[in-house]
T-cell receptor, first 115, second 115 residues
Framework: AQSVAQPEDQVNVAEGNPLTVKCTYSVSGNPYLFWYVQYPNRGLQFLLKYITGDNLVKGSYGFEAEFNKSQTSFHLKKPSALVSDSALYFCAVRDASGSARQLTFGSGTQLTVLP | EPEVTQTPSHQVTQMGQEVILRCVPISNHLYFYWYRQILGQKVEFLVSFYNNEISEKSEIFDDQFSVERPDGSNFTLKIRSTKLEDSAMYFC?????????????FGEGSRLTVL
């Protein structure tokens, strides 16, 4: 079985400060990991993914995430937050060696960037 | 940029009525999904569809639910007899066939309200 945990329901950060949104995962094989963002009353937009290779992956809007196999984590980061980054962020995983073709999503973290 | 489109954007129905939600996936994609999200919370997997058949389904996807790809472009979700707890935002998604590494592209969602 594959699962994702986002331990923080809410993250608040001041504009211009670095932000981190945490994600840990559980799979039996190797993970494919994804971050999505959802703005109010909108669908989920893809931000970035880790498949293999460099543990630090860069994505849209200046976001990046670091894959840490020993800690089974894939935290989302941005060096300098913008008010427009305020949204709901979802981490997702698929087991690369499993038969599952669907993504399993975490419960989401509401990011609020304060001006 | 190609996108997943969903109709209707909002549907209100009476309990016990049948509902059909429609999706047009991205044209060269091979895998199709339905997810739902209740009250802006966790994104829950319902079903995946590949090669004209269901490849996976969750416990939520019981006999009241069905999916169909009737004409090679549309992908529909039917709820045969809606219940109050079916009220949610339903998202369609699709991805290409790149060995499981491709990200899912989501539509903007169909909000279902069951009265």
């Amino acid at each position: 079985a594959q699962s994702v945990a986002q331990p923080e329901d809410q993250v608040n950060v001041a504009e211009g400060n670095p932000l981190t949104v945490k994600c840990t995962y559980s799979v039996s094989g190797n993970p494919y990991l994804f971050w999505y963002v959802q703005y109010p009353n909108r669908g989920l937009q893809f931000l970035l993914k880790y498949i293999t290779g460099d543990n630090l992956v860069k994505g849209s809007y200046g976001f990046e995430a670091e894959f840490n196999k020993s800690q089974t984590s894939f935290h989302l980061k941005k060096p300098s937050a913008l008010v427009s980054d305020s949204a709901l962020y979802f981490c997702a995983v698929r087991d690369a060696s499993g038969s599952a073709r669907q993504l399993t999503f975490g419960s989401g973290t509401q990011l609020t960037v304060l001006p | 940029e190609p996108e997943v489109t969903q109709t209707p954007s909002h549907q209100v129905t009476q309990m016990g009525q049948e509902v059909i939600l429609r999706c047009v996936p991205i044209s060269n994609h091979l895998y199709f999904y339905w997810y739902r999200q209740i009250l802006g919370q966790k994104v829950e997997f319902l079903v995946s569809f590949y090669n004209n058949e269901i490849s996976e389904k969750s416990e939520i996807f019981d006999d009241q639910f069905s999916v169909e790809r009737p004409d090679g472009s549309n992908f529909t979700l039917k709820i045969r007899s809606t219940k109050l707890e079916d009220s949610a935002m339903y998202f369609c998604a699709s991805r290409d066939g790149l060995a499981g590494v491709g990200e899912l592209f989501f539509g903007e969602g169909s909000r279902l309200t069951v009265l």
